[in-house]
T-cell receptor, first 116, second 113 residues
Framework: EAGVVQSPRYKIIEKKQPVAFWCNPISGHNTLYWYLQNLGQGPELLIRYENEEAVDDSQLPKDRFSAERLKGVDSTLKIQPAELGDSAVYLC??????????????FGPGTRLTVL | GNSVTQMEGPVTLSEEAFLTINCTYTATGYPSLFWYVQYPGEGLQLLLKATKADDKGSNKGFEATYRKETTSFHLEKGSVQVSDSAVYFCALSPNQAGTALIFGKGTTLSVSS
């Protein structure tokens, strides 16, 4: 079974440029997460989707970040314009979802963004 | 609020040495606790978990026991191998359906032969 797929794996851009990251979750997983991992830190949630609905985006900097999950499957995270401080690893994770208290989250390999 | 604190790294050991990585947490209610591992160039992988007090999670020779009285979930392995070199993250889930994980900062383990 394929895991969570993310692309690109690496991205280098100039500041003020836009950038987009793509995530394909595990088939059948209704819940999708985007996490931000700064160097030397643990991942922190940016946004969580239940199917196509963003149910927790309180930590997403909405002035420059946006995300979408059309049809409740793939998701795209966008930054426009990028700033130097956005250099980090962007992780996507998915889980089965539903009302069960805990469903294991499966992580993709991440996209490493460098803003110059 | 909810938070996780784990010991600073890096931890450097020789092969077959005993490993302990300390993790303590702060949480409201009764969280589930996890250890994730991140090998170089790879994504986070679940190593083990415990969902209630006194549970012991174990996998690949690693163990951790959920201690409610000390709010701890220390990771241990009796004999580490070079292939265990990775970054280890302690995390908690507040036990609300679908809630995101809350991670510690990670501890880098380097094992030499």
């Amino acid at each position: 079974e394929a895991g969570v797929v993310q692309s690109p794996r690496y991205k280098i851009i100039e500041k003020k440029q836009p950038v987009a990251f793509w995530c394909n979750p595990i088939s059948g997983h209704n819940t999708l997460y985007w996490y931000l991992q700064n160097l030397g830190q643990g991942p922190e949630l940016l946004i969580r989707y239940e199917n196509e609905e963003a149910v927790d985006d309180s930590q997403l900097p909405k002035d420059r970040f946006s995300a979408e999950r059309l049809k409740g499957v793939d998701s795209t995270l966008k930054i426009q314009p990028a700033e130097l401080g956005d250099s980090a690893v962007y992780l996507c994770a998915s889980s089965l979802g539903g009302t069960k208290i805990y469903n294991e989250q499966f992580f993709g390999p991440g996209t490493r963004l460098t803003v110059l | 609020g909810n938070s996780v604190t784990q010991m600073e790294g890096p931890v450097t050991l020789s092969e077959e040495a005993f490993l302990t990585i300390n993790c303590t947490y702060t949480a409201t209610g009764y969280p589930s606790l996890f250890w994730y591992v991140q090998y170089p160039g790879e994504g986070l992988q679940l190593l083990l978990k415990a969902t209630k007090a006194d549970d012991k999670g174990s996998n690949k020779g690693f163990e951790a026991t959920y201690r409610k009285e000390t709010t701890s979930f220390h990771l241990e392995k009796g004999s580490v191998q070079v292939s265990d070199s990775a970054v280890y993250f302690c995390a908690l889930s507040p036990n609300q359906a679908g809630t995101a994980l809350i991670f510690g900062k990670g501890t880098t383990l380097s094992v030499s032969s």
